[in-house]
Nanobody
Framework: QVNLVESGGGLVQPGGSLRLACEASGQTATATSYAMGWFRRAPGHEREFVAAINWSGGRTYYSDSVKGRFVISRDGIKNKIDLYMNNLNAEDMALYYC??????????????????WGRGTQVTVSS
């Protein structure tokens, strides 16, 4: 079993920045983690892909809506990922989830490719 814990959410003004963190633990967290990613769900919307990174950190993927503003990074030793979010706006306000894919996704943006999920951390963008 893999346990994922997100942190770093909070209230930020438009144009501001936040850093989210996700740490995986559990007996098989390291052995079974090919990719880690972030998804988000805004009120009234379905959960959507935000960013993902492979085990080595050498490949990253971003949704068009966050490309150029968000950066995902991975500490492979600690099985931890960070999401640096810059120039936040109201459309970024959501519950952000961390996820692990045990195998290389065919579609990195599909949540069905991810096997374990955290409970989420809330990001609120408001003045």
């Amino acid at each position: 079993q893999v346990n994922l814990v997100e942190s770093g959410g909070g209230l930020v003004q438009p144009g501001g920045s936040l850093r989210l963190a996700c740490e995986a633990s559990g007996q098989t967290a390291t052995a079974t983690s090919y990719a880690m990613g972030w998804f988000r769900r805004a009120p009234g919307h379905e959960r959507e892909f935000v960013a993902a990174i492979n085990w080595s950190g050498g490949r990253t993927y971003y949704s068009d809506s966050v490309k150029g503003r968000f950066v995902i990074s991975r500490d492979g030793i600690k099985n931890k990922i960070d999401l640096y979010m810059n120039n936040l706006n109201a459309e970024d306000m959501a519950l952000y989830y961390c996820a692990i894919a045990r195998w290389e996704p065919d579609d990195w943006e599909a949540e069905t490719e991810y096997d374990f999920w955290g409970r989420g951390t809330q990001v609120t963008v408001s003045s």
